[in-house]
């Protein structure tokens, strides 16, 4: 009989990606299809739902060849968080556009929410910040349904987009777990959509998914040529807590940073209340949900596409051009800061500009900017977990070895680079493969995990002087002038 597979699908904000792993958990096939967004007002950041979903249905058509459909034990999805879509329930149209977690159109929400941030953040375990799903909810349901009339009938339904792809498979209205933590709806404690934060956000309970564990149920595979239908999915994650665990993340002392877009940095545990850090669920096997604390950045990828956008020049020429970036520092606060500042006011500056100023240079100030803005995460997530000595590093950004060396030069940290860049596939594919009794949990811990070391090679003084000049930089995008982590 043929050996068994694992299809695992992440569905992320440029592309969807899809893997097809083995008994062993090697990778067999990939295929990466390429989504759009679109940015119809300043700070706007949307997609299409019928988009993302063909997306998909065309990932899995170029992954899976119809001789190895049969041999797909089960499915695993990932998907990019806090993104937020409202559809009909009856015909499962999308109403309005998605709105991606980089769009910033609430962000006066938060100004006239702030006195109860506290409240917001000891519930949910974030702090208010029109990053999560919460602002946007309130925003497409006043947009669609502002008596709230439709949602409380049950005629819409409003989820993230875990929670849209599962609706394309039918049957239930579901979230997973971890992704609903990221909605600052749920209250982290319990699991549990909270009552005070859908009051406060104007959110009624019947329009919201019924949250269940990482590891479903599920509904079964519907319309994914050419899957048959009636393939079980075994798993479901958001992209950075699947990274996670690719690394094997339960295991004490791993700090992961996942290079896209924007970035993660993530450790399982650590306090409910960690400065500049969020607490949510990462996930939950059914035995219970494992919690993480979590810096999240706004703007690490996006900063070097934006750059390409601007020369029209692709990427990866762009990054292989970068020189010495000298006095010139970028901090790429689209839509202001995320962790550890949290601050939606803070605005993009590129700072020491001369004549003799080239292109390489702001490619080079770009990188510095990821590494500046990744290390000042791992420093909170220093004194929330205890000390990072060994950073896991995992992306489409990591190809970049500049990137890696400089990120271990200003961290002062070694950097492990993982082989597998597609950390966010492999691991909804491992706990997929745990669901359908392919592996175990002590197997995948003793699984290698090929990665190439980078060891700080900056002394402390210079590594100092740098970091300063990166926090006078970030000052000066900050309305309030700070420009130090307390």
Same mark, same amino acid.
């Given at each position: 009989?043929?050996?068994?597979?694992?299809?695992a699908?992440?569905? &992320?904000?440029?592309?969807?990606k899809?893997?097809?792993? #083995?008994e062993?958990?090697?990778?067999?096939?990939?295929?990466?299809?390429?989504?759009?967004?679109?940015?119809?007002?300043?700070?706007?950041?949307?997609?299409?739902?019928?988009?993302?979903?063909?997306? /998909?249905?065309?990932?899995?058509?170029?992954?899976?060849? !119809?001789?190895?459909?049969?041999?797909?034990?089960? /499915?695993?999805?990932?998907?990019?968080?806090e993104?937020?879509v409202?559809w009909?329930r009856?015909?499962?149209?999308?109403?309005?556009?998605?709105?991606?977690?980089?769009?910033?159109?609430?962000?006066?929400?938060?100004?006239?929410?702030?006195?109860?941030?506290?409240?917001?953040r000891?519930?949910? &375990?974030?702090?208010?910040?029109?990053?999560?799903?919460?602002?946007?909810?309130?925003?497409?349901?006043?947009?669609?349904?502002?008596?709230?009339?439709?949602?409380?009938?049950?005629?819409?339904?409003?989820?993230?987009?875990?929670?849209?792809? =599962?609706?394309?498979?039918?049957?239930? +209205?579901?979230?997973?777990?971890?992704?609903?933590?990221?909605t600052?709806?749920?209250?982290?404690?319990?699991?549990?959509?909270?009552?005070?934060?859908?009051?406060?956000?104007?959110?009624?309970?019947?329009?919201?998914?019924?949250?269940?564990?990482s590891? &479903?149920?599920?509904?079964?595979?519907?319309?994914?040529?050419? =899957?048959?239908?009636?393939? !079980?999915v075994?798993?479901?994650?958001?992209?950075?807590?699947?990274?996670?665990?690719?690394?094997a993340?339960?295991?004490?002392?791993?700090?992961?940073? $996942?290079?896209?877009?924007?970035?993660s940095?993530?450790a399982?545990g650590?306090?409910?209340?960690?400065?500049?850090?969020?607490r949510?669920?990462?996930?939950?096997?059914?035995? &219970?949900?494992? +919690?993480?604390?979590?810096?999240n950045?706004?703007?690490?990828?996006?900063?070097?596409s934006?750059?390409?956008?601007?020369?029209?020049?692709? *990427?990866d020429?762009?990054?292989?051009?970068?020189?010495?970036?000298?006095n010139?520092?970028?901090?790429?606060?689209?839509?202001?800061?995320?962790?550890?500042?949290?601050?939606?006011?803070?605005?993009?500056?590129?700072?020491?500009?001369?004549?003799?100023?080239?292109?390489?240079?702001?490619?080079?100030?770009?990188? @510095?900017?990821?590494?500046?803005?990744?290390e #000042?995460?791992? *420093? %909170?997530?220093?004194?929330?977990?205890?000390?990072?000595?060994?950073?896991?590093a #995992?992306?489409?950004?990591t190809?970049s070895?500049?990137?890696?060396?400089?990120?271990?030069?200003v961290?002062?940290?070694?950097? %492990?680079?993982?082989?597998e860049?597609?950390?966010?596939?492999?691991?909804?594919?491992?706990? *997929?493969?745990?669901?359908?009794?392919?592996? $175990?949990?002590?197997?995948? @811990?003793r699984? !290698?995990? !090929?990665?190439d070391?980078?060891?700080?090679?900056?002394?402390? $003084?210079?590594?100092?002087a740098?970091?300063?000049?990166?926090?006078?930089?970030?000052?000066?995008?900050?309305?309030?002038?700070e420009?130090?982590? $307390?």
């Amino acid at each position: 009989m043929a050996s068994p597979l694992i299809l695992a699908i992440d569905q &992320g904000t440029s592309s969807t990606k899809a893997l097809l792993v #083995d008994e062993g958990g090697r990778v067999v096939s990939r295929a990466v299809v390429p989504v759009a967004e679109s940015q119809p007002h300043p700070g706007w950041v949307e997609q299409s739902a019928g988009e993302l979903w063909q997306s /998909v249905r065309r990932a899995v058509a170029e992954c899976v060849a !119809p001789e190895q459909a049969a041999r797909v034990a089960g /499915v695993g999805f990932s998907n990019q968080r806090e993104s937020l879509v409202l559809w009909e329930r009856r015909t499962g149209e999308p109403v309005g556009p998605l709105l991606s977690w980089q769009d910033q159109r609430t962000a006066d929400r938060c100004h006239e929410l702030a006195g109860s941030a506290e409240l917001v953040r000891s519930v949910s &375990g974030m702090p208010l910040d029109p990053m999560f799903s919460a602002l946007k909810a309130r925003w497409l349901l006043d947009a669609h349904d502002p008596d709230r009339g439709r949602s409380r009938a049950g005629e819409l339904c409003l989820g993230t987009v875990d929670s849209w792809l =599962l609706s394309r498979l039918g049957g239930e +209205h579901l979230i997973e777990v971890g992704n609903a933590s990221r909605t600052q709806l749920l209250d982290v404690g319990t699991g549990d959509w909270d009552p005070r934060l859908l009051e406060l956000f104007g959110v009624p309970a019947e329009v919201l998914p019924r949250v269940v564990a990482s590891c &479903g149920p599920f509904p079964t595979v519907r319309d994914l040529a050419p =899957l048959p239908d009636g393939v !079980p999915v075994l798993a479901v994650m958001g992209d950075s807590h699947a990274a996670m665990f690719a690394h094997a993340g339960w295991r004490p002392g791993v700090v992961k940073a $996942t290079y896209g877009t924007g970035s993660s940095v993530m450790a399982i545990g650590g306090p409910p209340d960690a400065p500049g850090l969020c607490r949510s669920i990462a996930w939950d096997l059914g035995d &219970g949900p494992v +919690h993480a604390v979590e810096g999240n950045i706004r703007s690490t990828g996006r900063a070097v596409s934006w750059l390409a956008e601007l020369f029209d020049v692709p *990427a990866d020429v762009l990054l292989a051009e970068a020189a010495d970036p000298g006095n010139v520092h970028f901090v790429p606060a689209f839509g202001g800061l995320g962790a550890p500042w949290w601050d939606p006011d803070a605005s993009p500056v590129i700072i020491g500009l001369t004549l003799a100023t080239r292109r390489a240079q702001l490619v080079a100030a770009a990188l @510095e900017a990821v590494a500046f803005q990744v290390e #000042d995460v791992v *420093a %909170a997530a220093d004194q929330a977990v205890g000390q990072v000595s060994v950073l896991m590093a #995992d992306g489409g950004l990591t190809r970049s070895t500049r990137l890696m060396q400089l990120q271990a030069d200003v961290s002062g940290r070694a950097v %492990a680079r993982s082989g597998e860049h597609d950390l966010s596939c492999l691991g909804v594919a491992d706990a *997929a493969g745990l669901a359908a009794k392919l592996w $175990t949990l002590g197997e995948l @811990e003793r699984r !290698p995990r !090929p990665a190439d070391r980078f060891e700080p090679a900056l002394d402390e $003084t210079d590594r100092a002087a740098r970091r300063a000049a990166w926090h006078e930089a970030v000052r000066r995008s900050r309305p309030s002038g700070e420009g130090s982590i $307390t």
